[in-house]
């Protein structure tokens, strides 16, 4: 014999058919309610699934950009832009309007590919990309364009060919400022290694000098750390710790290039202190 079905107080559960539900007229509001609810956290979680992938991909390009690069590095930035645009193509309809600021702590995956596309443009003009440019790329990146892809390295795939205007994922100036303050933090990276490697500070020999100075990467990254001081301040933790960040990534550029030039002629080519005798930061 099957057993009785009760309820959470140990009643016996009537087997006759269900009582019908009460509408008013209110039942309808409470019903929208519902459905805007369940599309708000369907939306969310769709950005945030995209946003999660696209921050890896583009953590996986930063890796591998470098000036000059073989093609087949190419060709495995150039797979990943395409699943980047596949993936922000996906979520643009999300994110049209007010629920682009809605979701943007969703969406910090934009951040990150800034960041990669600003090296990129980088390493490649030793030039700062600017807002309407970042802008630019990244509503061209949100209009997937399938398999039609012949770009450089780091340049986003064209839109696709229509006549009817597309949505595009818009960027806003705090997207663009956090990716450049990450930005920071690659040039410092890439200063280290190529004077590591070369003995020299990056992007001497391919520019002119400015105002008496040899255009190199020290110099890049003071003028990226003045413009950020000189630009009206925000104080809320995010910024604050990105800037302190940046702060401290010029300095270590500038000893770097210290180091290089001043103490560089003190010692013999190829010279490396011995475990345990590394110069303080007071010896600067």
Not at 2 to 22: F, I, M, Y
Not at 101 to 112: A, P, T
Not at 148 to 172: I, Y
Not at 181 to 207: C, I, V
Request: charged content about 30%; some cysteine.
């Amino acid at each position: 014999m099957p057993g009785q079905k009760r309820d959470s107080r140990g009643n016996a559960k009537s087997s006759g058919p269900k009582a019908p539900l009460v509408r008013n007229e209110y039942t309808h509001m409470f019903e929208s309610f519902r459905d805007e609810l369940d599309s708000h956290h369907d939306r969310r979680e769709r950005i945030v699934k995209a946003s999660r992938d696209i921050t890896a991909l583009s953590k996986k390009i930063i890796r591998k950009i470098q000036p000059d690069m073989p093609d087949q590095t190419e060709r495995e930035i150039q797979s990943r832009l395409s699943e980047i645009s596949r993936l922000l193509a996906a979520v643009t309809p999300d994110v049209q309007g007010i629920n682009r600021y809605r979701y943007s702590r969703s969406l910090v995956c934009i951040e990150e590919l800034i960041e990669a596309l600003t090296f990129a443009h980088y390493l490649r003009t030793q030039r700062l990309m600017g807002f309407s440019e970042a802008v630019a790329k990244v509503a061209e990146l949100s209009c997937y364009a399938g398999d039609q892809m012949d770009v450089d390295a780091g340049d986003p795939p064209p839109p696709a060919n229509s006549d009817a205007p597309r949505p595009v994922v818009h960027v806003t100036e705090e997207d663009y400022l956090m990716g450049i303050f990450d930005l920071s933090g690659e040039m410092m990276r890439f200063a280290t290694t190529t004077a590591a490697l070369t003995g020299t500070m990056a992007g001497g020999s391919a520019t002119p000098a400015v105002d008496g100075r040899e255009r190199t990467i020290v110099v890049d990254m003071q003028e990226l750390g003045s413009f950020f001081e000189m630009l009206p301040q925000q104080y809320n933790k995010s910024y604050q710790i990105k800037l302190s960040t940046l702060r401290t990534s010029v300095l270590k550029v500038e000893k770097l290039g210290y180091g290089l030039t001043v103490r560089g002629t003190e010692r013999p080519a190829g010279w490396m202190p011995e475990d345990g005798n590394d110069p303080s930061e007071d010896d600067y």
